[in-house]
Structures are given as structure tokens and as C-alpha cells.
């Protein structure tokens, strides 16, 4: 089954938790969104209620009340602690001797990776519009470590470079440095940081009598070195279940039925706040009121509208 991730993270994670640091997240949903009831729609500034059918109507009585959100969106990517990992000066030498962000060209070599046929996964995952190979899909499979990841991309880079892919020297190198940083879990703890208009509404869910439980495309790695930088917002969940525990992207049924079997969870006592809309899809498919989001600034606002916070 092919999953489609729309990345970011930082995406923190999105490619495999590192690179969604590195690489900044696109904002690739719609500008409005809207709220839909029974086919009715009505426009709604930055919130949209996916319902499944005429039955699935989200009401705060609910005995038990579910909400299901995506870790990574609780963590982004610091921007000046990455610059000083890759280095002020070589950033800056290389930007002013090339004219371009070297994050491109290490996104642009991992795109060539993803369609070599070689390296091409059965399973769809892009990041900011590109297909990514095999071995990205595989460690956030749980399928691998980031050393045998890193060791692929990086014996990749020096194949395409020998056939005229980079434009100079300094352009390879660029993209190993961001490789190297990108794709090793211990970093994920000095190049982020933790996003607070998250965690308050993660609290005031809480407070108003929901559960919390937490998805994520992530390796078995970038999972223990989350959990040791930001216990604090661990702790705010009743369960965690990761792409790498399920063998399945979050876009992937599997996912969702690996953490009701864990964790004993009706799909219709659930809703889902999520970004993606391919993970939205999949939620809405089987049963799982929806909610979409697009800015974690304005996501409080949004669920006060609704009636899903006080």
C-alpha cells in the first residue's frame, strides 16, 4: 500500500526525525479550511472537521474522549543551533560562491536517489515535493539503524557526483555535512526545540477530559533520544505508538490499528489533529473524526470554535 507524506519536518522527523529538522517543514495545505457537517460547509478560519459519516459528529459529552496528535508537530527545528552545527563560515562561503541553499542540493540528491531504480521504495514518502529512496522509508520502518541510512546516501552522493551531479566540490560536501547531522538521532536535542502553543493545548485537552495519544513517522532511534530531550512533552501522552514499533508510515492504516490493539481504542471515540491530509484520509477511511490544522499558533483558537476546548 503506497502512503504519501506531505513534509517536515522538521519537518522535526519527517524524513526520519533528522531531516525534518534540517529541512525547514513546507506549509503545503490550503491557505482557509473549513468546517464540514453532513456536506454542509462552512467556512471556518484555520480548522477543518473531516466526519466520516452522518453519525460522526464530534460532541464534548462523549464519555470517553479520545485525541490522537502527531509528535513531531510538538518539535521544530532550532535555526541558529543548525547553522552553527554546519558551520557560520562554510554556510556562508558556500552561499556566497553559489547563490543557493545547499539544503536544496542535498534535497535534490536525495530526490535522484528516490527515482533511481535501485534505490526506489514501493512505499511513497515525500518530503517538499520529493520522492524519498528506500532507506529513509526502511529506518522509519524500523527496519534499520541511521549508520547503514547514512553509509547509502553518503556512497550515493560520491556516485552522482562522478557523474556531474554537484556543481563544484564544496556543493558535495555541503550535502555530506548536512547528511551527516541530519540523519544522526543525538543531534535531535541541541538542533530543536520544543513548540509551547503545542503543549498548551495538549494541557488544555487534558483538562477538558481528554486522553492523549501520539503518532509519528519515527526510527526506533529518533524515538529514545525524543523521549530523553523532551520527557516533558512525552509525559503529556497516555501512549506513543511510532512508525518504527508499527512497521507502517502514519499515513498507513496499520499504524492506527497498532495503537487501538495497544492500547484498547475504539476508532469512534477518537479524534485525530493532524496536518497531513493523507494521514486525514486514512483516520477518515476508518471511522476516526478529523480535525485539520495548518498553524500550531492558531490551532487553540480554532478547537475553542469548534467546541472541543472551553
Given amino acids: 500500500m503506497n502512503a504519501k507524506q506531505a513534509i517536515s519536518v522538521p519537518m522535526l522527523i519527517i524524513v526520519c526525525a533528522g531531516l525534518g529538522l534540517i529541512f525547514n517543514k513546507k506549509a503545503c495545505l490550503q491557505e482557509n479550511a473549513f468546517t464540514i457537517e453532513n456536506s454542509a460547509i462552512v467556512a471556518d478560519a484555520q480548522v477543518q ?5 452522518p453519525d460522526a459528529i464530534i460532541s464534548t459529552a462523549e464519555k470517553k474522549k479520545i485525541a490522537i496528535l502527531d509528535l513531531s508537530d510538538f518539535i521544530s527545528e532550532d535555526t541558529q543551533q543548525i547553522i552553527r552545527k554546519i558551520g557560520v563560515g562554510k554556510m556562508a562561503s558556500y552561499t556566497l560562491t553559489h547563490w543557493r541553499n545547499p539544503i536544496d542540493s542535498c534535497l535534490d540528491a536525495l530526490e535522484k536517489m528516490g527515482a533511481d531504480a535501485e534505490h526506489k521504495s514501493s512505499v511513497l514518502f515525500t518530503y517538499k515535493e ?15 539503524e541511521h549508520q547503514e541510512v547514512k553509509r547509502k546516501l553518503l556512497s550515493y552522493l560520491d556516485k552522482i ?45 487534558k483538562v477538558s477530559g481528554y486522553m492523549l495519544y501520539a503518532i509519528a513517522n519515527l526510527s526506533q532511534e529518533a524515538h529514545t533520544h525524543i523521549a530523553l530531550a523532551y520527557p516533558e512533552i512525552i509525559n503529556l501522552f497516555d501512549g506513543v505508538v511510532a512508525s518504527h514499533q508499527a512497521h507502517a508510515l502514519k499515513s498507513n492504516k496499520k499504524l492506527f490499528e497498532r495503537l487501538f490493539d495497544t492500547y484498547k481504542l475504539e476508532p469512534t471515540q477518537c479524534l485525530l489533529i493532524d496536518k497531513e491530509k493523507s494521514t486525514l484520509q486514512v483516520a477518515q477511511d476508518i471511522g476516526i473524526k478529523s480535525i485539520q490544522f495548518i498553524q500550531q ?6 478547537l475553542k470554535k469548534q467546541g472541543i476546548l472551553n
Avoid at 472537521?49 to 459519516?53: E, H, L, Q, R, T
Wanted: glycine share 8%; hydrophobic share 40%.
Fill in 161 to 205: 557526483n562522478e557523474g556531474g551531479f554537484f556543481s563544484s566540490q564544496k556543493e558535495k560536501e555541503m550535502a555530506q555535512i548536512i547528511i551527516e547531522i541530519a540523519l544522526n538521532p543525538a543531534h535531535i536535542g541541541t538542533i530543536s526545540r520544543s513548540v509551547p502553543a503545542m503543549i498548551k493545548v495538549a494541557k488544555e485537552l
Fill in 130 to 144: 520529493r520522492r524519498m529512496p528506500q532507506c529513509i522509508v526502511a529506518w522509519q520502518h524500523g527496519e534499520c
Fill in 297 to 302: 499558533k492558531d490551532l487553540k483558537c480554532s
Fill in 49 to 53: 472537521v473531516i466526519n466520516s459519516g
